[in-house]
């Protein structure tokens, strides 16, 4: 049984149409898409706002897709094509009829002559009752919960991510562009909270989805500061101070536990012993 929070469902039907701009204007690859899907639906997004886990080192937000099908049978090529108009990573629900099947991928890359991300392999369940389908969110932040949907899937754990990304997007930031970064993280946020603004606001569809789409990256954006700022340790030098004339009890306060011997201004021996 899939069973998610309430406070993550989405319900948006996604029209066909949308995702006619990665078909190279391929009448018969529009055609194949056209009488293999029957609708698309994005039911629910597990992120921060909606379950209350923190984003991962590489995951922000998971779309849970429903893909309703004409025939028992999906292409992983359709399932690139739905994945990049979303362009995060994802978990496919495919039905057809009473039958099911839950996909998801390993790693998504980015492609440097598109721009686009893309899946490196996708895995899947075998087909059985809808009903009988499983997906239990489990783990601390997102890439856990993602890690163990693709356990619940593939039946093998998740591969190791890609340490190298990580240190390139960790690397200890200097001390002068810190005030930088917390300047741009407060205009990001304020740009996040507008954005949330406008979409509770937009009634149109394709207005929605060009809001949702600004608000992923703004938040992507805003964590990846994040997490460049929590590399990054200052270490500050204790200040010393000097002053003309060390009093018993200034001395007393900074060295409560030492012995000390002064001389005041009339050369007067001053002791300390341990207290």
């Known amino acids: 049984m899939i069973d998610l929070p309430e406070t993550s469902k989405v319900y948006k039907r996604l029209p ?10 391929d009448s018969a690859s529009k055609k194949f898409f056209t009488d293999e899907i029957r609708s698309i639906i994005w039911i629910n997004t597990l992120s921060p706002e909606t379950i209350t886990h923190p984003t991962g080192q590489n995951i922000a937000e998971i779309a849970i ?10 292409s992983s090529t359709i399932l690139e094509i739905i994945n990049r108009e979303i362009d995060q990573y994802a978990v496919f629900l495919v039905r057809y009829e009473e039958w099911g099947q839950l996909w998801c991928c390993d790693h998504q890359t980015l492609n440097p002559q598109t721009g686009l991300f893309n899946c490196q392999n996708y895995y899947q369940t075998n087909w059985m009752n809808t009903d009988d389908l499983s997906l239990k969110i489990d783990g601390m932040d997102l890439d856990q919960i993602y890690e163990n949907f693709f356990i619940q899937i593939a039946g093998k754990p998740f591969p190791v991510w890609n340490v190298k990304s990580q240190k390139k997007n960790e690397e200890p930031i200097e001390k002068g562009e810190q005030a930088g970064m917390l300047e741009q993280m407060e205009k990001l946020e304020a740009a996040i909270k507008n954005l949330e603004s406008q979409m509770g606001k937009e009634i149109q569809f394709g207005k929605q989805v060009k809001l949702a789409t600004d608000l992923k990256m703004t938040r992507e954006e805003l964590q990846k500061i994040k997490r460049g700022m929590s590399t990054h340790i200052e270490i500050h030098q204790p200040e010393i101070v000097t002053t003309q004339e060390e009093k018993p009890e200034a001395v007393r306060a900074y060295f409560p536990n030492v012995y000390m011997k002064m001389q005041d201004n009339q050369r007067n021996h001053t002791e300390y012993f341990l207290i």
Not at 16 to 25: A, H, P, R, S, V
Request: charged content about 25%; aromatic content about 16%; cysteine-free.
């Open 65 to 74: 897709v429903e893909i309703i099908l004409n025939r028992q049978a999906v």
């Open 16 to 25: 066909k149409e949308l995702f006619y701009k990665y078909l190279n204007n």
